[in-house]
Nanobody, 123 residues
C-alpha cells in the first residue's frame, strides 16, 4: 500500500493550496481518508476526514470553513483544498487511510499513512 501526498509549498497568508493524496495497493473506495498535520515542535493533529463515498466530512475546528476535503474514487485520490491560509497552518500534512468505516480523528485508528508534504505559510 502506498499513499503519496503532494501539492505542498510556500504561500503567503490568505493564499490557497490544494493537496492531493494518490493511493495504490488498496481498494480505495472502501477506506475513510483523512488529513493530519504536524507543525514544528508540536504533535501531529487531525485536520479533516471524508467517508468512503464522500457523503460525510469532518473537520477540526481550526480549519472548519477554510479547508475542504474531497475524493475521487475513480482516480484513487483524496484532496484537501486549503483557502485563507494562515501562518499557523504551517506544517507537514499527511494523508491516512482507515478501513473501519467510521470517520475518526484519532491517529491510531488509521491503517496506512503517506509520507507527508510540507506547507509553509508566510505572514
Amino acid at each position: 500500500v502506498q499513499l503519496q501526498a503532494s501539492g505542498g509549498g510556500l504561500v503567503q497568508a490568505g493564499g490557497s493550496l490544494n493537496l492531493s493524496c494518490a493511493a495504490s495497493g488498496l481498494t480505495f473506495s472502501r477506506y475513510v481518508m483523512a488529513w493530519f498535520r504536524q507543525a514544528p515542535g508540536k504533535e501531529r493533529e487531525f485536520a479533516a476526514a471524508i467517508s468512503w463515498n464522500g457523503r460525510s466530512t469532518y473537520y477540526a475546528d481550526s480549519v472548519k470553513g477554510r479547508f475542504t476535503v474531497s475524493r475521487a474514487n475513480d482516480r484513487n485520490t483524496a484532496y484537501l483544498q486549503m483557502n485563507s491560509l494562515k501562518p499557523e497552518d504551517t506544517a507537514v500534512y499527511y494523508c491516512a487511510a482507515d478501513l473501519s468505516g467510521g470517520i475518526r480523528n484519532t491517529q491510531s485508528e488509521y491503517d496506512f499513512w503517506g509520507q507527508g508534504t510540507q506547507v509553509t505559510v508566510s505572514s
